[in-house]
C-alpha cells in the first residue's frame, strides 16, 4: 500500500523558516516526480513545487521560488521542502504528492496524496 506521510508543520513567525519532510512507503519512488501543493482556508490547492526523483531537476510556484527549496533523500525514500523567509500568506496545509507519469503543476496529475500538515506563519 502506497503512504505518502508529510511532517514538519507547526506555527513560525514571520521571517522564519520550517522544514517539512514527505516520507514515502509501499514501494520504491525512484522515478516518481515528487511535488508540494498548499491549500489556504477557502481556497483551490495550489502548487508550490515539485523535484523529478531520478535527476533531481526542481520547479517552484513564482510565489515561493527563492525562498523554497526541494530535495530529496533517495536512500530513506523521503523528499523535503525547505521554507525560508516564510510570509503570512505561505499559511496553509501542505500537502506531498507523486506521480510515476506527470511531471507537472497540475493537481489532478497526481496520483498518490499525503494527508497534508498544517504551516502557519504569523505576523
Known amino acids: 500500500q502506497v503512504q505518502l506521510v508529510e511532517s514538519g508543520g507547526g506555527l513560525v513567525q514571520a521571517g522564519g523558516s520550517l522544514r517539512l519532510s514527505c516520507a514515502a512507503s509501499?514501494?520504491?519512488?525512484?522515478?516518481?516526480?515528487m511535488a508540494w501543493f498548499r491549500q489556504a482556508p477557502g481556497k483551490e490547492r495550489g502548487f508550490v513545487g515539485r523535484?523529478?526523483?531520478?535527476?533531481?531537476?526542481?520547479y517552484y510556484a513564482d510565489s515561493v521560488k527563492g525562498r523554497f527549496t526541494i530535495s530529496r533523500d533517495n536512500a530513506k525514500n523521503t523528499v523535503y521542502l525547505q521554507m525560508n523567509s516564510l510570509k503570512p500568506e505561505d499559511t496553509a496545509v501542505y500537502y506531498c504528492?507523486?506521480?510515476?507519469?506527470?511531471?507537472?503543476?497540475?493537481?489532478?496529475?497526481?496520483?498518490?496524496w499525503g494527508q497534508g500538515t498544517q504551516v502557519t506563519v504569523s505576523s
Open positions: 504528492a507523486a506521480s510515476l507519469t506527470y511531471m507537472g503543476a497540475g493537481r489532478t496529475g497526481y496520483r498518490y
Open positions: 509501499g514501494r520504491a519512488f525512484s522515478e516518481d516526480t
Open positions: 523535484s523529478t526523483w531520478s535527476s533531481g531537476s526542481t
